[in-house]
């Protein structure tokens, strides 16, 4: 009985309420890694326009574009903030459900860093010492074994033999992927275990899968959580080392220390010039079918990558952003409404 | 029996004031119980102790932020160059275009304190204040146009960081790779307290103000969430209380005794023990899926208290059944049956005798119920009420069901994840206020239960 009513309740305020495309914000989803950017766009953007300020929930790239391919209409959300691209999976997702025109806006890049506790031991990693560190299987004189390293010294006798002890963002972040590719699967050429492991036999996609791989011997930690978390784990194991966003670390520089990678300290600079070599792009798309229908979203868009927002001065690059050289090509882009092709 | 005549004459012969053995022996079971249950309650006391402790001695800072009064030269070459004074003119010029302004507003001030610094640049100085001032003034100038040209004193929020030197959070060390701040502007900080430019005071808008982005901390605030709150609230409160009530008076009334109500009883019993998080699922695949996405009713929507509201009342009901009929078995036969000797019909035994003297109980049960909801987190993450949300007031009180919200608690845990330690502060602050409401609410439950409570 009490569902009925429910229901029935639910139903009769709906009716009252407006009917459909009533919404008068804008509604971004996605990734957590963008969500700061696009809250401190979000929050200029209602200063300097007569919008309402946009909405931001955060979930993570995949849950985001999820909702945002769930189709045309008030009840799904016009903006999707991603920390990779979209894949043609995705887009054919949302082609079934007939969001077909989507416009791909890259507002920058995020650098990836990894920071130890404030007092301890200074670090400067290539991704080869990762490799070594983390990989279940490595190459040592010549033949690939399971990984023996249990302290940093194992691994690079210049570290100092302290436990290793890696906080690594779980598997649904896209952080992750970026850690496996330019970190760990490059760690595993430059040592050349990907040589010896395709010179026993395995074929090349088997060899590329087994080099991204982390060893279950509890060394390595996946946190799912966010870098709040990983910061947490750090204060309670001095020990520990962890991967953050270029942006968490410039705010928490009082407990964090950063290791260098390859010799190259992350700042924005060293980033944006592709020197420090663990960056990926930070995307979000827009729904064009929603263009026009809800008011702001095309203005929000064009904020969001004006120079004085996205730019080298702007509060975005404040915050930690690496702004991106191309903006030009982006905001002419979207003044077109320029579509990624459909489908293809 | 024989054993026992037996025994008594080997028995010893004592005076009942000597303590033998045994007795010792049980004297001393009953004083290790006592403390025992003392131990456990002076351990308990404790953690409650360190439990409030902690909340105020972290949370209070949030009440209070630091401060900077500024005279601004409102330009009018910057803010109206056309000078005819058009809204839509000055409405172009963007918060940027009021950077210069408050660059030379910070120089100015320096320059008439007689302060010494190194910081010459604009976008240096206005690191001291919080991003939200060209915003403050931007909003200021639309709305008193006749006053550009004229220099008006603006009261901004210092930054996070300067916040921070002047609770004891931030030090110079803490500063030394810090790009948002230096030591430098600390030392100028210093100067400006002895002048009396930067003060530190009560700020109404940690409470009554909306979420900020998570470059400025020192502006975000709790108003908007717990409108939010507010507005699930009712919803709770006007579907769970006649639901609840009409439910429980049924089944405890009128209701045959058979399987089907015993069935019943048991799946309501459980249902009160089903995890919160549950019930978000269900409103997601459910209000927002099923009745927002495949019935297309606009107003289910995510981040909407009124599925919010619907969710958490969907987990209150049960509290609330179990806490009526409690009330309604209470009451004892012989009113009913009184009632139902002198003639009244069953429905007017229940409604002009039971359900009154029920009443006292049936609100406490309602208000704990409450109380439990508004303290509810999980859910709502599920059904899309946390990130940055809570940042536009409601237009009307339509649209403060439709329109998205976050929650109290949920704005809470949006607040301790982001990256600014100032967060954190504003976190416990939060925990403050939420107690401040649970507290109340629970003080009112026992104010009633003791004004209206009658015992049989």
Known sequence: MSFLKLTASAVAIAAVSAPAFARDNVQVAGSSTVLPYASIVAEAFGENFDFPTPVVESGGSSAGLKRFCEGVGANTVDVANASRAIREKEIKACADNGVTDIMEVRIGYDGIVFASDIDGATFEFTPADWFNALSPKVLVDGAIIDNPNQTWADVNPAFPAQQIAAFIPGTKHGTREVFEEKVLAVGCETTGALKAMEAAGMSEDDAEDACIKVRTDGLSTDIDGDYTETLARIDANKDGIGVFGLAFYENNTDKLQVATMSGVTPTTESISTGEYPVSRPLFFYVKKAHIGVIPGLKEYAEFFVSDEVAGPDGPLAEYGLVSDPELALTQEAIANEQTIASGS | ?456
């Not at chain 2, 409030?52 to 972290?58: D, G, M, P, W």
């Not at chain 2, 099923?290 to 009342?313: D, E, N």
Request: with cysteine; charged share 20%.
């Open chain 2, 1 to 456: 029996m024989t054993d026992a005549s037996n025994a008594a004459p080997l028995r010893e012969k004592k005076s009942l004031l000597v303590v033998d053995a045994r007795t010792k022996k049980r004297n001393a079971a009953e004083a290790r119980f006592k403390m025992y249950g003392i131990i456990a309650i002076t351990l308990g006391l404790l953690f409650l102790a360190v439990l409030l402790t902690t909340i105020i001695s972290r949370g209070t800072g949030a009440f209070t932020q630091t401060f900077i009064s500024v005279p601004v030269e409102l330009r009018e070459d910057k803010l109206d160059k056309k000078g005819n004074r058009n809204l839509e003119d000055i409405k172009k010029v963007s918060t940027f275009g009021y950077n210069p302004l408050l660059g030379d507003a910070l120089s100015a001030v320096i320059a008439e304190g007689g302060f010494t610094t190194e910081i010459t640049k604009s976008k240096e100085l206005r690191k001291l204040l919080s991003s939200s001032a060209v915003g403050q003034m931007r909003a200021y100038v639309i709305e008193n146009t006749d006053q550009i040209g004229q220099t008006v004193t603006f009261d901004f929020f210092a930054s996070s960081r300067v916040d921070g030197y002047i609770k004891g959070r931030v030090t110079r060390e803490d500063l030394a790779r810090d790009k948002n701040l230096s030591a430098e502007h600390l030392d100028l900080v210093d100067q400006m307290i002895e002048a009396g430019v930067v003060r530190k005071k009560f700020n109404p808008s940690f409470i009554f103000g909306a979420d900020a982005s998570e470059s400025r901390p020192e502006q975000a605030g709790l108003g908007v969430s717990m409108l939010g709150s507010l507005f699930m609230m009712l919803v709770v409160l006007f579907l769970a209380l006649p639901i609840g009530v009409a439910a429980s008076i049924y089944l405890e009334e009128f209701a045959p005794k058979n399987r089907l109500t015993d069935l019943i009883e048991v799946n309501i019993s459980n249902l009160a023990a089903v995890p919160s998080i549950v019930f978000g699922i269900l409103g997601l695949a459910f209000f927002i899926q099923f009745c927002g996405g495949y019935l297309g009713i606009a107003a289910m929507k995510a981040s909407a208290p009124l599925v919010g509201g619907l969710v958490l009342t969907l987990m209150t009901l049960p509290t609330i059944i179990i806490s009526t009929r409690a009330a309604l078995k209470a009451v004892p036969p012989s009113i009913r049956d009184a009632a139902l000797g002198v003639g009244a019909s069953k429905m007017q035994t229940v409604f002009h005798h039971v359900l009154p003297l029920a009443a006292p109980g049936i609100l406490t049960g309602t208000i704990i119920g409450l109380a439990q909801a508004l303290g509810e987190t999980a859910p709502l993450l599920l059904i899309g009420m946390v990130g940055y949300i809570a940042s536009n007031y409601p237009d009307s009180v339509l649209s403060g069901f439709t329109d998205p919200n976050s929650a109290m608690p949920a704005q809470i845990f949006e607040w301790a994840k982001r990256a600014d330690p100032a967060f954190y502060e504003r976190a416990w602050g939060g925990i403050i206020i939420l107690l401040v409401f649970l507290m109340t609410m629970n003080i009112i439950a026992i104010l009633l239960r003791r004004r209206f409570e009658r015992r049989w």
